[in-house]
């Protein structure tokens, strides 16, 4: 028995070939985007942090500008934004109401520039059981906007948590100074 030989069979077998190849390179490029939008979200995540440990930093470092909830956003002179702080670096002499409010324009400058539209706040969160005029812990929280349409909004970050659908991101810790 003669062997027949069969045409087109290759040309076949190359056009499957193809499509298979095809689907997989489509997989690696749904791959590698939804890679490069957790790389993102993970560095503004880590921004977040270094953001917080920093504003935790200045907080400790100032034990009788918190204690006295000068870095309370809702309730200090740090919250208006209209006013320029003054410059208390280089050996300038501040008392800690005015380094509070130094350090709460230096932190919201950085929170701009490292997070998208992003956005802090401080707030009270235990007095001191013997002096309720004295902070005793401090809510930080940071919030920003990622793959936003509309880049003129600004984070709110006193609407962190609660699943307000209005806050992309979130990040929040205490400090007790």
């Known amino acids: 028995m003669a062997a027949t030989r069969q045409h087109g069979f290759t040309l076949l077998e190359a056009l499957v070939t193809i499509v298979v190849i095809s689907i997989g390179l489509l997989g690696l490029l749904g791959l590698q985007s939804v890679a490069l ?4 979200t993970s560095q ?21 500008g918190a204690a006295a909830k000068d870095y309370d956003t809702a309730s200090s002179n740090a919250s208006s934004g209209n006013s320029t702080p003054t ?13 509070a409010a130094f350090d709460m324009s230096e932190w919201r400058q950085s929170l701009q520039q490292a997070l998208p539209n992003g956005s802090g706040d401080i707030s009270c969160k235990a007095n001191d ?8 812990e401090y809510d930080i929280k940071i919030t920003w906007r990622e793959r936003d349409k509309n880049n003129a909004a600004v984070a709110d970050a006193s609407n962190c948590g609660a699943g307000n659908g209005a806050v992309n991101r979130c990040f929040e810790t205490l400090v007790r100074p």
């Open 37 to 40: 939008v957790s790389t993102q």
């Open 44 to 64: 503004a995540r880590g921004a977040a942090t270094l953001a917080a440990d920093s504003m935790a930093g200045r907080i400790l470092a100032n034990p009788e």
């Open 87 to 99: 410059v208390c670096t280089g050996g300038a002499v501040c008392t800690p109401a005015e380094m």
């Open 129 to 136: 059981p013997n002096d309720a005029s004295k902070c005793v």
